[in-house]
Nanobody, 118 residues
Framework: QVQLVESGGGLVQAGGSLRLSCAAS????????MTWFRQAPGKEREFVAR????????YYADSVKGRFTISRDNNKNTVYLQMNALKPADTAVYYC???????????WGQGTQVTVSS
């Protein structure tokens, strides 16, 4: 069983930065690929970024490429999402998810709100 807890969300002006964290319980964190999703009001959940268990491979949605960076620290059982040059369109609840074999996600966090004001 893995529990995921996101933190780091908040209110920021356009052009600003935030760093989200997702802390995982359990002793097998490195065996999970970790993904950030987001869901804006009235919209479907969308993929943001994914990182492999080792941290070697990363993948990004086109909408965030060049602005967001996903990383992980397997010693701390934590995955991060550094978000720079934020836009109002980035406003959403951000979720982290763990998968042994994406896209079959085994565990989800509760989400953290990110609001970007113009």
């Amino acid at each position: 069983q893995v529990q995921l807890v996101e933190s780091g969300g908040g209110l920021v002006q356009a052009g600003g930065s935030l760093r989200l964290s997702c802390a995982a319980s359990g002793r097998t964190f490195s065996s999970y690929s970790m993904t950030w999703f987001r869901q804006a009001p009235g919209k479907e959940r969308e993929f943001v970024a994914r990182i492999s268990g080792s941290g070697v491979n990363t993948y990004y949605a086109d909408s965030v490429k060049g602005r967001f960076t996903i990383s992980r620290d397997n010693n701390k059982n934590t995955v991060y999402l550094q978000m720079n040059a934020l836009k109002p369109a980035d406003t959403a609840v951000y979720y982290c998810a763990a998968a042994k074999l994406p896209p079959a996600y085994n565990y989800w966090g509760q989400g953290t709100q990110v609001t970007v004001s113009s």
